[in-house]
């Protein structure tokens, strides 16, 4: 079952609970029926909730690694995106991979630095320095696979150059 | 404690020890060697008592009012101070007969005594004074007092041995190593002065061993294997990167709005600072330009042109990202074999040059047509660069005096060694230090032609530099900028980026470590000849 929470932002995929069926809702109403409003909230969601969205069935597993729904997540509040910067990325690897081996652990080390202590989920906007360094990192570490084996990257752990980004903050 | 078989020369208290002939080997209970070398006899086991009792002279020789020390001056009788431990005693017995000479109750804390300067002047010498300097640098550190005594104790013997090494007196150099390996084992070797210790005991013991004019002292690794030391080097700290980064800032700032771009890399290795400007270029508004990359490095010897095979990596890269991209590799094993009609430079493109860490190699003795630095200084200048990217080591390891040297790398190599402490992955800091072992062995082992680890701090750089035709490009804001934000990203919080008269610096709790400047070329005034 899905709730959707007043505010339209953010919302929980929990299938292991059975839940009442909310009052209001007709009963035929089924979500994977409408997948154009399964992917306007999906838009919306943060790293986590998407990750944990993809696990819900398959079809979901498909939608939620389009690339262009980790493109928005990327760039949510960044305002405009560079030109041009889609062919490179999908280049270097996808956004999807971009977001789990740059973003968000540049994100969770940069919040953890400025609060100090356990991350809460808060909505955080990012700046065009933090997008371009992350761009680079993410370039430095395609590059490194590039040096390691002859193909094509795959795999969604981070070579080594990023490994730093992965290790947790000792303060 | 009576008089002992020991050849000093008792007629002089000052510290010289190379007329007398060499001691034989001491077995550790007896007469200490450094005061030996001062001239006092004084057995090791004793070192704390008679340290001690000289603290205690102190206070009762303040404390006492002056006509009992007058007294002192005017006795006919003077003790022969060479023998300090009863020396002090009868001093003790004059001044307060309620002390008696033998044994001290009180426990410890001699070892902040002995080296504090209370007692008396005459046990001063410079060596004691630098030595206090740098525990200042290890005191940050915690450790037990009885771990603090052996630090100090290990950094006073490193000078002392520095010293001896200075004046050519090699077998109380060597000696001095067998103290330095035991107190190696006696303190931490994982962290901090026992680490970093252990490196320069085994880089001065090399050099007692094989004097520097007889032979080889470092073995020169394959270019594969200093390769794979460099690149763990870039994983475990931040310095590589800052320079990487930083450098591939200026120089994109400087490549804006020119079309066709030639970027000359002194040290290619596996070109990893060379992704993120491509990427960078790939992604400035208005489109990418035309990159072409030179990059030296030393020739392969396994017959793997790695030069070509790290160019091809980087093509593919660059065409990933659509990016028009040429390569090209000179293979030179010095950078002053390197002619500039080899990098075949075009009058219609931007170039810059980029230096990390290679400029001081060309510090060394030079030949007829004086050093090697003047020569590719001048050279850079006639290709007309928009800019020279150079990052170097914030230290002076190139003094004329090998103890300058010695002292000034030790205080720089342990403040890196600090640093390095917070990384925690293997294998990279392992390898990391190795990387940095091999600098530290050069610095201290080698000379002439084979010592390149000439590091010179910026002010000198800046000396250098604008006297060979270059002015100064400040590091702008978005440079410094992406610099704290690169240092946020690394586990430690020790890193400080600074910002010198348009230069950058990074380094570990306020202490530079290596600083990025950036140059442009004055062209050349041409010779006009006009008929008037």
């Known amino acids: 079952m899905v709730h959707i929470l007043e505010n339209g932002e953010h919302f929980r995929a929990d299938n292991r609970e059975p839940e009442p069926e909310p009052e209001g809702f007709g009963s035929g109403f089924s979500i994977n029926d409408h997948l154009d409003l399964l992917i306007e909230v999906l838009k919306r969601l943060d790293g986590r909730s998407l990750g944990a969205a993809a696990c819900v069935c398959r079809q979901w597993c498909a939608i939620a690694r389009n690339d262009s729904l980790w493109e928005h997540l990327c760039f949510r509040h960044v305002s405009p995106p560079p030109v041009g910067v889609r062919p490179v990325v999908s280049a270097l690897g996808g956004y999807r991979r971009l977001y789990m081996v740059c973003v968000r652990p540049v994100l969770s080390r940069l919040k953890r630095r400025r609060l100090g202590g356990e991350s809460e989920v808060v909505r955080r906007v990012w700046n065009q320095h933090e997008v371009e360094l992350s761009l680079s990192l993410f370039c430095v570490e395609y590059y490194e696979r590039l040096l390691v084996g002859g193909g094509r990257v795959a795999g969604d752990s981070p070579s080594s150059s990023l490994k730093f980004l992965c290790m947790p903050v000792n303060v | 404690m009576g008089p002992t078989p020991y050849n000093s020369s008792n007629s002089s208290s000052s510290a010289c020890s190379s007329s007398t002939k060499p001691p034989p080997p001491q077995p550790p209970d007896q007469m200490d060697h450094l005061l ?115 630090s100090i104790r290990l950094v006073h013997v490193l000078m002392t041995c520095a010293e001896a090494v200075q004046r050519g007196d090699m077998s109380l150099a060597g000696l001095l190593i067998d103290d330095l390996q035991g107190l190696l084992g006696r303190v931490n070797s994982g962290c901090g002065i026992g680490k970093v210790g252990s490196f320069f005991v085994d880089a001065l013991s090399r050099r007692v061993v094989n004097s520097p004019q007889n032979g080889v002292v470092q073995v020169d690794l394959s270019a594969y294997e200093n390769e794979i030391l460099y690149h763990h080097y870039y994983e475990a700290c931040p310095y590589l990167k800052f320079a990487h980064f930083t450098a591939n800032q200026a120089i994109l700032e400087a490549f804006d709005g020119q079309d066709c771009v030639h970027v000359i890399d002194f040290n290619l290795m596996q070109g990893l600072q060379w992704p993120a400007l491509i990427q960078a270029l790939a992604l400035r508004p208005g489109g990418p330009p035309l990159l072409r990359l030179t990059g030296i490095g030393p020739p392969s010897l396994d017959g793997r042109d790695s030069l070509r095979e790290i160019g091809l990596k980087l093509a593919e890269l660059a065409r990933s990202v659509n990016v028009r991209f040429a390569f090209r590799g000179v293979a030179a094993s010095r950078l002053d074999d390197v002619k500039p009609w080899m990098l075949q430079v075009s009058p219609k493109e931007a ?77 990279e800091k392992t390898l990391a230090e190795l990387y940095i072992q091999r600098e530290i062995c050069n610095v201290v082992c080698c000379e002439g032609s084979a010592r390149v680890e000439r590091h010179e701090p910026l002010v000198r750089w800046r000396e250098r530099l604008t006297g060979a035709g270059f002015a100064p490009l400040h590091l702008g804001s978005n440079a410094f900028k992406q610099a704290r934000m690169l240092l946020t990203l690394f586990s430690a919080e020790g890193y400080s980026v600074e910002e010198n008269e348009g230069c950058l610096t990074l380094g570990w709790h306020s202490r530079p470590l290596i600083a990025a400047s950036a140059w442009q070329a004055i062209p050349k005034p041409s010779v006009v000849t006009t008929g008037r």
Not at chain 2, 373 to 401: A, G, K, T, Y
């Open chain 2, 36 to 150: 030996a070398g001062a001239g006092y006899k004084v057995r090791s086991n004793d070192l704390t008592q008679v340290a001690e009792r000289l603290e205690h002279l102190e206070t009762v020789m303040v404390k006492s009012s002056p006509v009992d020390i007058s007294d002192i001056g005017n006795d006919a009788v003077y003790y022969n101070p060479t023998d300090l431990a009863s020396w002090v005693d009868s001093l003790l017995t004059e001044l307060n007969p309620n002390v008696s000479g033998s044994g001290s109750g009180s426990g410890s804390g001699s070892g902040s005594g002995f080296v504090s300067g209370s007692g008396p002047a005459y046990v001063s010498d410079p060596v004691m004074n630098d030595m206090n300097n740098v525990y200042g640098e290890f005191g940050q550190q915690v450790v037990t007092p009885i771990e603090e005594d052996v």
């Open chain 2, 351 to 427: 170039v810059a040059v980029n230096s990390i860490m290679q400029l001081h190699k060309l510090l060394g003795p030079g030949g007829p047509r004086g050093p090697p630095v003047d020569l590719v200084l001048d050279w850079i200048r006639d290709l007309n660069p928009r800019i020279l990217m150079v990052v170097e080591q914030e230290s002076n390891h190139n003094q004329p005096e090998f103890l300058d040297r010695f002292t000034e790398s030790l205080y720089y190599y342990s403040t890196m060694f600090d640093s390095l402490d917070a990384c925690t992955a293997q294998p």
